[in-house]
Structure formats: structure tokens, C-alpha cells
């Protein structure tokens, strides 16, 4: 069974084609025909051995990485729970460890892991929404800003950021995020209330148009301490990379609080999962594909993500 991983640890050229055991659905799982797999910034640090240096022990290989997955059930286990039929188009969250990774043609899954894919949308696009749309979802749960509450967004035009722009604005939230120049229309598009640049400027600019700060804040370009002034005495900070405000005493002092979120928690959450099919098919997340490339040119693809400025999501095929 063909899978891309890698045997040994390295930058985007250690990724190949390799082969792994069949694997079957237990009790309470489902096994999918991959079809699609999209490719997020964290696979890079599961290809490099940054994952497994900080796991410690003896990394099982080939090392398979990737969380989003898009498909066909091919294998129903037994007490799975219902909802899932053999021959069903799904996606899914995957949460990797070793050889267990979304980049493989065939995977077994929690059932609670996987929904149907959203109506009229093909598989790569669908494999682009589990990971950051439940991330997305997440962040903004941990935050509980109420309507009218105004929440600033970084790496607004990215997959995590674009995502909680347009889910805050279901929520009734004030949306204010960044933007470069070639990015502003995009972020707009996303129903951003009002767009910043990007960078630098962008706590100040934040203040200039909201004086006490905001209310809460979504971190996807991941400027941790650099951004926190934007945000309000006693408001809200969601990281994404572990950051907890280690270094920023005097923001903690005035009662900003700053919460990682990790996606594993909502790893088995299919109602979030699922309402993320309904927000698309009622045109309130919108799904964006930079590009499919073959599986075996997934090397490629991590040069590319890694280059930076990608917009969309790249996607592998295993057809
Ligand atoms: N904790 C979790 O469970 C979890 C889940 C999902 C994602 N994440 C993390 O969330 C982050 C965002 O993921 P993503 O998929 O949304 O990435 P992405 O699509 O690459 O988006 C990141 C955005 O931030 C921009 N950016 C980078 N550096 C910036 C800076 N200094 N100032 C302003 N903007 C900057 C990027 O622009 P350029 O492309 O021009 O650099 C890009 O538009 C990643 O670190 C990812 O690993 C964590």
C-alpha cells in the first residue's frame, strides 16, 4: 500500500514513496480510500524529526505525516457508530504518529474523526477544512467572546486565520485582521470588518481604531508577545504554536489571557466537524485549493509551503 513518508528525518527532499502494511477498521473505526490529503505548516516539523525529537524514543519509520484527509469509505468495524457507510465520500481529521498519517492511500480512522464531505465539493477541497476549520472552531470556543465583541485576527489570509474570520463572523463577532497589500482584497473577501496591515504596524493600527484594545485575538502568523498589545486589560489571547505569554509580564500583569489551543482536543468532535460541512454548503466557509500535485511529488509541495506565501492549500492525490 503506497503512503509518502520519511525513512530518515531531513527537509523536504527525505519525503518518498514507500510502502506500508494494509491496515483494517476495529471496533469504533472506519478505513478510508484516500484520495487527498492536504499538506499544513505542521507536517514540516513531523518530516524534519522535530515531532519525534521532542516525543523522545526510538521513531518508528517510515514516519508518515499529514492531518487532513478526504476520501471513500472502503471498511466499516464493528460498533462504529452508524452514521458511516461503505462507499461514502468523507473527510476527516487525522492525529499522526508514526507510520499513522494522513499521506498514504489508506488509512483507519475513529469514526468520530470523519464526516461526509460538504455537498458540490470535491475531495482535495474537502481535505483542506478538517484540521485548521476545527482549530479554527476550537480557538474561538476557548476565547467565548460574546456578539458584538470585536476579535482581531493575524495570518488572516491563511488556512487557520481565514478560517476563524469566517467563522467569528457567524458568531456575530467584529472581525479586524491583517493583511498585506496583495492580501487585502482576499481577507476582505473573508468578511473581515475591517483590514490592517500586516506586520510591524499592526498593534498600533490596532489601537488607533479600537483605543482600549480588543477583545480577543487569534494568533495564526504566530507573532506570540509582538501582537499582544492589541488586545484589551482582561481580554483574550488563542496561540497556536504552545505560546502561553512566557515572556510578556507586563500584558499578563494587566490581565490579558493567553491560551494554546491544540486541535487534538477536538480530534473526536464530530458535531464541530460536521457543522463545518453545513457552514460550507450554506456558503459561510468558503474552501481554498492553491494547487493538487501527485503524491510522489510531495517533496515538492514542502518546498513550496515552506518557501512561504502560498496561498490556498496545497494538496497531494493518491488517484
Ligand atoms: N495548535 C494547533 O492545533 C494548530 C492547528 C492548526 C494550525 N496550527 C499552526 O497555526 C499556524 C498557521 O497555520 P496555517 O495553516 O494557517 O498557515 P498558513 O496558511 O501558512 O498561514 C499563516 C499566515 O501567516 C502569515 N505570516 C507569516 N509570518 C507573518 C508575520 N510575521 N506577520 C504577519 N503575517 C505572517 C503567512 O504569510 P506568508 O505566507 O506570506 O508567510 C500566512 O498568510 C501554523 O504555525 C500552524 O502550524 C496549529
Redesign the pocket.
Known sequence: MRAVGVTEFGGPEALHLVDVPEVHAGPGEVRLAVQAAAV???DTGGRSGLYARMAGGVPEMPWIVGMDAAGVVDEVGSDADGRLAVGDRVMAIVLPSGSHGAYREQIVLPAASVVPVPAGVDLPAASSLP??GL?ARLALDRMELQRGDVLAV??A?????GYVVQLAKVDGLVVVA?A?ED?TELVRSLGADVVLP??EGFVAAVRERFPDGVDGLAD????NAQVLGAVRDGGVVTT??GYRGEDADADLARGVRVL?????DYGQNTEALDRLREQVEAGQVTLRVADVLPAAEAAEAHRRLEA???RGRLVLSFV
Open positions: 499544513n505548516p505542521t484540521m485548521n482549530t493575524t495570518g489570509a491563511g488556512a487557520f486565520g491583517d498585506s492580501d500586516r506586520g495564526g502568523s504566530v507573532q497556536v504554536r494554546p489551543v491544540f486541535v487534538r512561504g506565501g502560498v
